[in-house]
């Protein structure tokens, strides 16, 4: 099978096409035929280095998985060959999903939501968890509260606030001019361009003074240490974003905030809630470019490049069909 190797942490360039193995599924992991995968910012993180104890190279690395059934391994009872799955590979546990086929354990594997195409089902299995985990499990959002989400333009920030309208909740959202329209599309109650306003007044403007109930960062800088001026009273803040340098979280005291710090674990009973989501048509990933198995190179670089114009995902289509 073709399957993109990262040789050593590095650029773009770092990888290298080849022809390897096929793998062959042992007991409780099925074999999937990969029709399409996508990139995350988790992906070119891993690439240049940043995890480098916990990724052996050489090393096949990717999170997404849309695609078919090829094969069962012994004692395999929930999938049978032929059927439609969606999933993120387990993150630093083995071959991730840049590669013609991958193997998976069962229980982390989900029915790919009917009305998704393999190329949207593979841009939003690891983001749609990730806001899952964040807004449902540790936030615990519910009906008529409100939540800033940062980035809403992005691949996890504009699945974050379908998520956070399917929930019943206000949402305001972060984004440039440019993506002011996206974001509106998407389902945001109040947009606000980050570049021209201070997010602190328009939320402490716009709630009357009481602060949004939950703050998702998914832009990392200094949002946890302004985070608290933002929140109600007994706010909660959430981040995905690896934590660089100490920030003064003494303002959070006053408020009883609480923060979580999310980095989303696999399983299938998530995949499901978010196909509910998909099939009533409250959750849809935009796919906003798609590129080759043999670009993910160019893709990488395209996600990487600050201010890059991006909507939504990059997909991958790594089989020629079926990607309709």
């Known amino acids: 099978m073709k399957a993109l190797i990262l040789n050593a942490f590095g650029g773009p360039q770092a990888f290298e096409l ?50 078919v059934v090829e094969a069962l391994g012994p004692g395999v009872t929930a999938f049978a060959p032929g059927d439609e799955v969606w999933y ?18 069962e229980h982390i594997i989900g029915k790919k939501p009917a009305a998704l ?10 983001v749609g968890g990730t806001a899952w985990e964040a807004l449902v499990v540790r936030a615990a959002l519910r009906v008529g ?3 800033l989400v940062h980035g809403g333009a992005g691949g996890v920030g504009h699945v974050a606030i379908q998520l956070a309208k ?22 945001a109650d109040v947009i606000i361009d980050y570049e021209k306003d201070d997010y602190l007044e328009v939320i402490l403007r716009e709630t009357a003074g009481r602060g949004v109930d939950v703050v998702f960062d998914t832009i990392g800088g200094n949002t946890l240490a302004r985070s608290p001026d933002a929140l109600a009273q007994l706010g909660r803040v959430v981040s995905i974003v690896d934590i660089a340098q100490p920030q003064n979280l003494v303002n959070a005291w006053g408020k009883n905030a609480s923060y979580h710090f999310v980095f989303t674990r696999q399983n299938r009973g998530k995949l499901d809630e978010l196909s509910a989501l998909v ?46």
């Not at 035929?33 to 996508?38: E, F, K, M, N, W």
Request: proline fraction near 9%; avoid cysteine; hydrophobic fraction near 40%.
């Open 145 to 147: 509260e409100s939540v």
């Open 88 to 105: 993120t590979p387990q993150i630093f546990d083995g071959p991730g999903s840049y590669a013609e086929y991958h193997v998976a354990a």
């Open 279 to 324: 099939e009533r048509g409250q959750l849809r990933p935009h796919v906003g470019e798609v590129y080759s198995l043999a670009d993910i190179p160019l893709a990488h670089a395209r996600l990487e490049r600050r201010n890059n114009g991006l909507l939504g995902k990059i997909a991958i289509a790594v089989a020629p069909s079926p990607l309709a």
């Open 18 to 67: 080849r022809d390897v193995p096929k793998p062959v599924p042992h007991a409780g992991h099925v074999l999937v035929r990969v029709y399409a995968t996508s990139i995350n910012p988790l992906d070119y993180q891993v690439r240049r280095g940043d995890y480098p104890d916990l990724v052996p190279l050489p090393a096949i690395t990717g999170h997404d998985v849309s695609g």
């Open 117 to 126: 195409s393999h190329l949207e089902a593979a841009s939003l299995s690891l």
């Open 166 to 187: 399917a929930i019943g909740a206000k949402v305001f959202t972060t984004v440039r001019e440019a993506n002011i329209e996206f974001a509106r599309s998407q389902g």
